[in-house]
Nanobody, 116 residues
Framework: QVQLVESGGGLVQPGGSLKLTCAAPEQFFRVYPMGWYRQAPGKQRELLAV???????DYYEPALGRFTISKDNTKKEVYLQMTNLRPEDTAVYYCNVGRSPRNDAWGQGTQVTVSS
């Protein structure tokens, strides 16, 4: 099983910002496009953003215009900078392979709660 570790979640007010971090094994990090997903209570998991091994980002609704994906090749970390957060962004956020997530790679995720 691959160990992906997400961190950086928390409670934030509407309009606030958070930066999430995903630590991945080196071989995973170098070979696969990495993505951020989220799952809200009662809803399906959805893909937010993907970053290719070469660094090109792609975004999906509802991340467009508010979220930025990036990575640090030295640290083997992938980041999701989230701005202008809304209550509907409340969810557990996960990282995994982008677009084709591996079932053996889901971590525990990090909880993001947007509330006043």
């Amino acid at each position: 099983q691959v160990q992906l570790v997400e961190s950086g979640g928390g409670l934030v007010q509407p309009g606030g910002s958070l930066k999430l971090t995903c630590a991945a094994p080196e071989q995973f990090f170098r070979v696969y496009p990495m993505g951020w997903y989220r799952q809200a209570p009662g809803k399906q998991r959805e893909l937010l953003a993907v970053i290719a091994p070469g660094g090109r980002p792609d975004y999906y609704e509802p991340a467009l215009g508010r979220f930025t994906i990036s990575k640090d090749n030295t640290k083997k970390e992938v980041y999701l900078q989230m701005t202008n957060l809304r209550p509907e962004d409340t969810a557990v956020y996960y990282c995994n392979v982008g677009r084709s997530p591996r079932n053996d790679a889901w971590g525990q995720g990090t909880q993001v709660t947007v509330s006043s």
